[in-house]
């Protein structure tokens, strides 16, 4: 896979001498937190404020995701990398890419990812913790906004694999709600029909407690475009549900 920079955020970063792998890979930056090293290598995000911009820097060595399209693994930003092109162009609301490379070095293999920082937005799970205190009319604009936004997900024949509030985004613009997604590393054709669906909707429910079911329907009914369907999902979700908590 050859070097990717977003066509409107190349000048910027030429301007500051990072338009390169290298120049990306050197940069002293503090980490956001502390150093993923699950897969036997490490991959760590660092935030990068540029003029009136700001981004997300992730660098990771020998941290690698196998598959059987590639049994000797990947750097796990290249897959997240693909996704993040893939609902691109699908028009999939989701995180924007601004650079990505990946280096082999004696003993290593690298990648760097830069994404546009998600400034303005705020993840569902923030909007859940203060639920109670959200006037209806602006409720009732999120559950149509997440409900929106995995019917665009599922209509483009893909699944999240993670649909968490965590990864989910939302920000208020002209009055409305407008939702995207983040960490796309686990996104998948979809392949099963409605059994898939169900797999991937059930996880955002399951951590949305404070979601009654009159709200959950209310969701239900934008993602499937009416209210016809809504009790024969309402109760496959239900039973998921209670079959997950009962393992």
């Not at 502390?34 to 990068?48: C, D, F, I, K, Q």
């Not at 196998?66 to 609902?87: D, K, M, Q, V």
């Not at 699944?159 to 985004?169: A, D, E, L, S, T």
């Amino acid at each position: 896979m050859s070097d990717f920079i977003a066509a409107q955020d190349r000048a910027l970063l030429e301007r500051h001498g990072l338009a390169s792998f290298d120049a990306l890979w050197a940069l002293k930056l503090e980490a956001v937190d502390e150093p993923n090293t699950e897969r036997g290598g490490w991959s760590a995000v660092y935030r990068l404020e540029l003029e009136a911009r700001a981004f997300y820097l992730k660098r990771q060595s020998n941290h690698l995701t196998r598959s059987l399209l590639r049994p000797f693994g990947e750097p796990t930003f290249a897959r997240e990398f693909r996704n993040i092109r893939r609902y691109a162009e699908l028009n999939i609301p989701a995180l924007q890419a601004a650079f990505f490379a990946e280096r082999r070095v004696p003993g290593e293999r690298r990648a760097v990812l830069l994404t546009r920082a998600l400034d303005g937005w705020r993840d569902l799970e923030y909007w859940l913790m203060r639920w109670g205190e959200i006037e209806s009319a602006k409720r009732v604009s999120i559950l149509h906004a997440c409900g929106g936004l995995a019917r665009s997900l599922h209509q483009a024949g893909q699944i999240h694999g993670c649909f968490y509030p965590k990864h989910v985004f939302l920000r208020e613009q002209g009055g409305n709600v407008e939702a995207q997604l983040i960490d796309l590393e686990k996104t998948r054709p979809l392949l099963l029909g409605r059994r898939d669906r169900i797999r991937d909707l059930e996880p955002l429910l399951r951590r949305a407690r404070v979601w009654s079911e009159t709200e959950v329907r209310e969701l239900l009914a934008t993602y499937l475009g009416g209210f016809a369907e809504v009790d024969i999902w309402w109760r496959l979700l239900d039973a998921r549900q209670r079959d997950k908590e009962a393992r």
